[in-house]
């Protein structure tokens, strides 16, 4: 189990130096469980990483900056935003690269959020969005969720004068929920024009429907929306925290002056530049996913689970609210068997587990695992 974040004014009470007002309410991001005590393999399912691992030719592109480490790398990446350029059809100037989505994340609400300013995300959404708000001493606003799925209205219902950026995950983590193009179109129009619009569409490319859009179009047409993409899913370089983010000229420019001046490393450029380059790579990674999505999401409804649709190379699983059948038990009933699953409380989930799309043998033994849990109840 993850250690549990000691209580922040216990810590602060000891020292002399008093954060900024705010800083200390800020409950820490805690990751999933990712290791169990001992020594035998372990099903790690926590993460939403791919398991088809990355690219054989980025871990080739990687290896081979061990001889030029002791050089700074390029300070725009402007390598990888080329390659991202190329492959979108965007232009490049208007590619911001960071150690991960997060840091972009928390550069947007960096550079246009501050004390008086709110900033809304929905119920379920991504938990960095309201660390990120609350960090620049900034106000979140919570928009409720519909049937799980962020609701147009709801937060247009709740933008206000002090509003000032808007954070969706599209498809959302971790319910795998997602909105149309349609709607995410309905939901900028509805928008001032000095609210920005930030699409994070890290699982983006799992996405198969024809009504989904990652939000490069939007950008490409408007001057307040930005859409956020990360490499740690598909790509599987979750370990070198690259993201990057497309943005209007101006919020590129604004990024720019506040970001690390090397903040993506030179090992992780050659590796980004060269997972996106392998497209079969990527394809296999997207045809693993459908292969398995649906299936491991009837298997689980099959024994009574209740599944959330998903888009995602994941699913949310709902265990029933009685005794020996709940998430809680289920996780330890996993861990016996070697088995991480994500716990979901945080998210507003306390009855529920984030499963990971894995491989064929990960998939079936924790179907088998779940299966004997739910019997046994």
């Not at 979140?140 to 209205?153: G, H, I, K, M």
């Not at 530049?273 to 299936?295: M, Q, S, T, Y």
Request: with cysteine; charged share 20%; aromatic share 6%.
């Amino acid at each position: 189990m993850a250690a549990k974040p000691m209580a922040a004014g216990s810590i602060a009470a000891k020292s002399g130096l008093i954060p900024r007002p705010g800083i200390l309410d800020i409950a820490p991001y805690v990751p999933g469980t990712s290791a169990l005590p001992g020594s035998a393999p372990v099903v790690k399912l926590s993460s939403n990483e791919t398991p088809l691992g990355p690219s054989p030719a980025a871990i080739e592109a990687y290896r081979a900056e061990a001889t030029r480490l002791s050089r700074y790398p390029d300070g725009s990446a402007r390598p990888l935003r080329e390659a991202l350029a190329a492959l979108h059809g965007i232009d490049a100037d208007r590619i911001v690269c960071g150690a991960g989505s997060d840091e972009l994340l928390n550069l947007l609400a960096a550079a246009y959020l501050g004390p008086g300013d709110e900033a809304i995300y929905t119920a379920h959404g991504f938990l960095v969005y309201k660390i990120a708000i609350l960090a620049r001493g900034a106000t979140p606003v919570v928009a409720p969720e519909t049937n799980l799925t962020a609701d147009v209205d709801a937060i247009l219902e709740r933008v206000t004068p002090a509003t000032r950026m808007v954070f969706l995950a599209n498809p959302n983590n971790p319910t795998g929920t997602y909105l149309p193009a349609a709607e995410i179109n309905r939901l900028h129009a509805g928008l001032p024009d000095d609210v920005l619009l930030v699409l994070d569409a890290a699982y983006a490319e799992y996405v198969r429907t024809r009504d989904y859009e990652s939000g490069i179009a939007l950008v490409d047409a408007h001057d307040n929306v930005v859409m956020t993409r990360t490499f740690s899913k598909i790509y599987g370089l979750a370990s070198l925290r690259i993201g990057w983010a497309y943005c209007p000229s101006a919020v590129a420019d604004t990024l720019n002056r506040i970001r690390g001046p090397f903040n993506v490393t030179g090992p992780s450029i050659a590796a980004g530049v060269a997972a996106l380059k392998d497209r079969p790579h990527v394809e296999e990674a997207i045809a693993h996913n459908e292969a398995f999505l649906g299936a491991v999401a009837e298997r689980l409804a099959r024994i009574g689970l209740e599944i959330t649709p998903s888009v995602g190379n994941f699913l949310l699983v709902h265990f029933p609210d009685t005794p020996g059948r709940t998430a809680q038990e289920a996780d330890a009933y996993l861990h016996g068997r070697r088995i991480i699953l994500r716990r979901v409380t945080e998210y507003g989930f306390p009855n529920a587990l984030r499963m990971t799309i894995g491989t064929d043998v990960e998939n079936q033994a924790t179907i088998e695992a779940l299966t004997a849990f739910m019997d046994a109840a």
